[in-house]
Each structure stands twice: as C-alpha cells, then as structure tokens.
C-alpha cells in the first residue's frame, strides 16, 4: 500500500470516526448526568444530549450534509410529523 492511498483511506475513515467518538462522549455524559441531582435541569439537559445525538446521527450516518434540499425539507417533515404524532398521542393518554 502506497502513502498517498494510506492518506486517502484514513481521510475516509475521520469523519464516521469521530462522529462516533462525539456519540460516545455524548453517551458517556448523558449516562454520568443520570447520576446527577439536578432537579429539572436533568431532563432539559438529558434532552439537549439526545437532540445533539440525532443530530450528528442524520447529518453524518444519513448523509443529510451532502444531499439535496428536497431530502433535508423530508426530513425536516417527518421530524415534525413524528413530534405531531408524539404530541396527540400524549394528550390522549392525559385525557383518559
């Protein structure tokens, strides 16, 4: 194996990398604050950590980065159509 294709797959590899390591630390902090008496504080932050999970999740895993709008526009909707769903159907649990 030349060096230039041992520069090439290892420029390949960084990005999934590292998105992998932010998952992991992001894991690693969501699970140390479950340990944490915050109060509310705990949810809000408990939250944030997994919104920032999804989000590297659908930009790097789903390669939103790199596609087109009309692909990001889809899954801007069905992010939305899945909290629309969440929201009824908790406020039907809430009614009963």
Do not use: Q
């Not at 960084?14 to 992998?20: G, Y």
């Not at 944490?36 to 944030?48: D, I, K």
């Amino acid at each position: 194996m030349t060096p230039e294709e041992r520069h090439r797959i290892i420029a390949i590899a960084r990005a999934p990398s590292l998105v992998l390591l932010g998952l992991v630390l992001l894991f690693g902090a969501n699970l140390g604050l479950s340990f944490a008496a915050l109060g509310r504080f705990n949810l809000v932050a408990n939250l944030l950590i997994a919104a920032a999970m999804v989000a590297l999740i659908a930009l790097f895993f789903m390669e939103l980065i790199r596609s087109s709008a009309i692909h990001r526009l889809a899954a801007v909707v069905g992010i939305f159509w899945l909290m629309f769903f969440f929201v009824l159907g908790f406020a039907d649990y809430l009614t009963r």
